[in-house]
């Protein structure tokens, strides 16, 4: 969900994988503008992770020198920007060094250096980790944005760099008229978002991103380059199809089968909400069992004062009139017509660019403002403040179940005056999601109907208690429903069983899996496996 007009816009509004909650898009290609590769200070000494000696400030010029890339330190003119993650929460996070990687050796280089001086690591793309575990205080940022490249291979197949943030992978391959299923917010990153699953408004028809994985190039924490497909190493394959970015080790490059990308038709239907009830009881039982080349979204949203807001979208990749009268069916089951309704055909990187906030904007402007990779210097996307929580839900809702999101929504409309608002994603599934066999990949989630985001923004710079405290409430006021399954792309750090919800029946293997490529735990964080 895109926070760029906080939550509200319709792009949020019919986002499958937003910015804020889920509208994990992508950033247009970065400019790159290289950096001293001597950094101009160092730090006299990092605390290392589990003793040792730390890293003093020769041996951090001795490792930006060595680079092909470059190492931002503290008081280097970059460094405020450089540790800075996509959510304004993790302000006060302050790494060690980020290391922009140009390449495998920079890569191997780095955790090297992190083992010597038992400096703790963190991986990073796009900087969207809701965890904000892409960075850390005293940590090594192994950064792999310069490797941004999206490269078609043949009629069905691409190469794409580790850096590559989702809307590089749209234009990349929209030149070719192919596509991946990815989600749609434009400075997430393609990596990240593949590792946990990756779901967008194509995946009721092309499947989730990690299913349209092939093969991969990844670096283990012992320095091993290591090619990874359905026939070698076949057990690190299947836990890189969902267990989630950074602990297996540092991936560099994905291979993914390719779709085709036509015209779309883009829906978005809204009602009173005084029909609030009655709309969503009919959408939770027609969204998810629409045809493959129609997928859908319900979208709860509410600031302090006033009224909530409910509308539906939609985006179909077959005809106009069979969206049409798909529309026309829920609004039958839902006993009233919408008040507000647009079916229009687009383009199919229109459309993405649509969701992901960046309609009308020049590529260049489609990022964050910067000069460091992953960044552009035209770049006019903002950062933004939210926390956000998940859940699965296996069947319908019953009435009072409805009533709960409702009255979720009303509550916050009762919270302080302030720039603040929350939202609820409800997302269909089925399709070719849920044909893939649960135990074949690591992302389990397959027999759900729909998967629910929920969303708190606040202001940046305050605490956001009222709003994060609403959060808490909703979430729990629709557990009981839920099937006690959350995404592992939105991971919540409050989540107390959250490896059972996240990885379910994959929990054990995955286990096996990490005492075998990373039995010292380089790659570990709050929730790593």
């Known amino acids: 969900m895109d926070r760029r007009a906080l939550l509200g816009s319709l792009a949020a509004a019919l986002t499958a994988t937003a910015c804020s909650p889920d509208r994990r898009s992508g950033a247009a290609p970065s400019v790159r503008v290289p950096a ?38 503290p008081g280097d003119a970059d460094y405020a920007t ?73 009629r069905d197949a691409a190469e794409v760099g580790a850096g590559a943030r989702i809307i590089d992978l749209y234009r990349g391959l929209d030149r070719v008229g192919r596509t991946v299923p990815a989600g749609s917010c434009a400075s997430v990153g393609v990596t990240g978002l593949t590792l946990g699953g990756g779901h967008g408004v194509t995946s009721r028809a092309y499947g989730l991103t990690c299913d349209n994985l092939t093969a991969a190039t990844i670096v283990t924490a012992e320095g091993r380059v290591r090619e990874v ?4 190493e076949p057990g690190l394959f299947w836990a890189l199809r969902g267990a989630g970015g950074g602990n297996f080790g540092v ?35 027609w969204a998810p069992d629409l045809p493959d080349e129609i997928w859908s979204g319900c979208h709860l949203a509410a600031g302090p004062g006033g009224e909530p ?68 210097r035209s770049g006019v996307l903002p950062r933004e403040t939210y926390a956000s929580a998940s859940g699965f839900f296996d069947r319908e809702l019953p009435a009072a179940g ?49 998967l ?12 956001g208690r009222p709003e994060r405290a609403w959060l808490r409430g909703t979430h729990a006021a629709l557990r009981g429903w839920a099937s006690g399954a959350a995404y592992q792309n939105y991971p919540d750090a409050e989540l107390r069983d959250w490896r059972r919800a996240y990885y379910g029946p994959a929990t054990a293997r995955l286990a096996r899996l990490k005492a075998r490529y990373d039995p010292e735990r380089v790659f570990d964080f709050p929730q790593a496996l």
């Not at 001597?38 to 001795?62: D, E, I, Q």
């Not at 780095?110 to 205080?137: E, K, Q, T």
């Not at 049409?324 to 660019?353: C, E, I, K, N």
């Not at 599934?429 to 027999?447: E, I, K, M, Q, S």
């Open 229 to 232: 497909s359905a026939e070698r």
């Open 309 to 376: 807001t409910l509308s539906v979208a939609a985006l179909s990749l077959g005809t106009e009139s069979g969206l049409r009268d798909a529309v026309d069916r829920l609004a039958d089951r839902a006993g009233a017509s919408a008040t507000s309704v647009s079916l229009r055909p687009r383009p199919h990187l229109d459309a993405m660019l649509g969701y992901a906030g960046c309609g009308g904007l020049a590529a260049e402007q489609c990022a964050l403002p910067g000069a460091l990779p992953g960044r552009s």
């Open 452 to 463: 629910a985001q929920y969303t708190a923004a606040w202001a940046a710079g305050t605490a």
């Open 82 to 154: 450089a540790r800075q993650l996509y959510n304004t929460r993790f302000d006060g996070l302050r790494p060690a060094a980020v290391a922009y990687t140009e390449g495998l050796e920079d890569i191997r280089e780095c955790l090297r250096f992190a083992r010597a001086h038992r400096i703790p690591v963190a991986v990073r793309n796009g900087g969207h980790s809701y965890g904000g575990w892409s960075s850390g205080d005293g940590r090594l940022i192994i950064d792999v944005s310069p490797l941004d490249s999206v490269t078609p291979d043949g």
């Open 36 to 73: 001293p590769r001597t950094p101009s200070a160092a730090p006299s000494g990092s605390a290392p992770a589990h003793g040792g000696r730390p890293a003093r400030a020769a041996a951090w010029r001795s490792l930006g020198g060595g680079l092909d890339g470059w190492l931002v330190l």
């Open 402 to 450: 409805v009533r709960a999101l409702i009255t979720a929504a009303e509550r916050f409309t009762r919270l302080p005056a302030g720039r603040a608002e929350g939202a609820i994603q409800l997302t269909a599934l089925g399709g070719a999601v849920n044909r893939v066999d649960p135990r074949a990949t690591a992302f389990v989630h397959r027999r759900s109907r729909v």
């Open 251 to 285: 991936v560099t490059a994905l291979r993914f089968r390719t779709h085709p990308a036509p015209e779309v038709i883009v829906g978005y239907l809204s009602w009173p909400w005084s029909r609030a009830a009655a709309v969503l009881t009919a959408w939770q039982r």
